[in-house]
Structure formats: C-alpha cells, structure tokens
C-alpha cells in the first residue's frame, strides 16, 4: 500500500489549498478514505472522511464548512479543498485507509 499526499505548502490566514493523495497496492474504488493531520508535539487529529462511492462525507467540527473531500476513483486519487485556512489548521497533513497511513505533506498557515 502507497499513499502519496502533495499539496501542501505556506498560505496566509484566509488563503485556499488543495492536497492530493495518489493511492496505489490496493483497491482504491472500493475503499472509504480518510483525511487525518498532526502538529508537533500533538496526537494525531482526524479532519474528514469519505466513502468508497464518494456518496457521503464527514468533517470535523474544526474544519467544517471551511473544508471538502472528494475522490476521483478512475485516478485513484483522493483530495481535500481547504479554504478560509487558520493558522490552527496548519499541520503535516495525511490521507490514511484502514491501518495504512501515508507521506504527508506540510500545511503551514502563517502570515
């Protein structure tokens, strides 16, 4: 199992970003996908979770409304549209299925 997450990077406080997580090693279509992020010093938070269809999604309170998931299952690739981001929300940032947990990519939110 692969789980390659890109996107990440410096915004200012109100900016957007877009992480990607190509998957590979299992099969993508039919698994529920995760967004979960960490800050140093601090457990692991889950941000937002999707099922294999893409028909129902779930978001943390701290990130609802601010943030989407999607998946586009023809590119095994799985995805989180962040906008309005707080400094709060900055974190490395992994998509994760069942027990595997990717390369994350940095998200630092800062003026």
């Known amino acids: 199992v692969q789980l390659q997450a890109s996107g990440g990077g410096l915004v200012q406080p109100g900016g957007s970003l877009r992480l990607s997580c190509v998957a590979s090693?299992?099969?993508?279509?039919?698994?529920?996908m995760n967004w979960v992020r960490q800050t140093p010093g601090k457990e692991i938070e889950w941000v937002s979770s999707?099922?294999?269809?893409?028909?129902?999604?779930s978001y943390a309170s701290s990130v609802k409304g601010r943030f989407t998931i999607s998946r586009d299952n023809d590119k095994n690739t799985l995805y989180l549209q962040m906008n309005s981001l707080k400094p709060e929300d900055t974190a490395v940032y992994y998509c994760?299925?069942?027990?595997?947990r990717g390369q994350g990519t940095l998200v630092t939110v800062s003026s």
């Open positions: 994760t299925f069942s027990q595997y």
């Open positions: 090693g299992f099969t993508f279509s039919s698994s529920p």
């Open positions: 999707i099922t294999r269809t893409g028909g129902f999604t």
